[in-house]
Nanobody, 122 residues
Framework: VQLQASGGGLVQAGVSLRLSCAAS????????MGWFRQAPGKEREFVSG????????LYADSVKGRFTISRDNAKNTVHLQMNSLKPEDTAVYYC????????????????WGQGTQVTVSS
C-alpha cells in the first residue's frame, strides 16, 4: 500500500490543523492506520492509530483529548484532527499502515508515507 500524507504547515500555538493520508494499492480497509511523528534529534514516536474497522482507536498520552483520528474506507483516507496545538507538537508527521493489530511500536508498522511537516510557534 502506498501512503501520501498532507496538511502540515506552520501555525501558532492553540490553533488546529487537519492532516490527511491518502492510500492506494492493496485493500486499504484491511489495514490498521496510524500516525507517528519525529522531532529533530528524537526518535519516531506513536501519535494515534485506528483499527481497520474504525471501531477502536489509540492515542499517545501527550495528544489524548486534543487529537482525533478517523478514517473513511470508501475514500481510502485517514485523518488526524489536531486541536490546541502546542510547540512540542512540532515534528514531521508520518502516516503508516499495518496488517497487524494496533500497536504503538513503529517497527511493527509495515508501510510508511513520506511525512508532512508541522511547525507550531509559541
Amino acid at each position: 500500500v502506498q501512503l501520501q500524507a498532507s496538511g502540515g504547515g506552520l501555525v501558532q500555538a492553540g490553533v488546529s490543523l487537519r492532516l490527511s493520508c491518502a492510500a492506494s494499492g492493496r485493500t486499504f480497509s484491511r489495514y490498521a492506520m496510524g500516525w507517528f511523528r519525529q522531532a529533530p534529534g528524537k526518535e519516531r514516536e506513536f501519535v494515534s492509530g485506528i483499527t481497520w474497522r474504525g471501531d477502536s482507536t489509540l492515542y499517545a498520552d501527550s495528544v489524548k483529548g486534543r487529537f482525533t483520528i478517523s478514517r473513511d474506507n470508501a475514500k481510502n483516507t485517514v485523518h488526524l484532527q489536531m486541536n490546541s496545538l502546542k510547540p512540542e507538537d512540532t515534528a514531521v508527521y508520518y502516516c503508516a499502515a499495518s496488517s497487524q493489530a494496533l500497536t504503538m511500536r513503529p517497527d511493527l508498522w509495515g508501510y510508511w508515507g513520506q511525512g508532512t511537516q508541522v511547525t507550531v510557534s509559541s
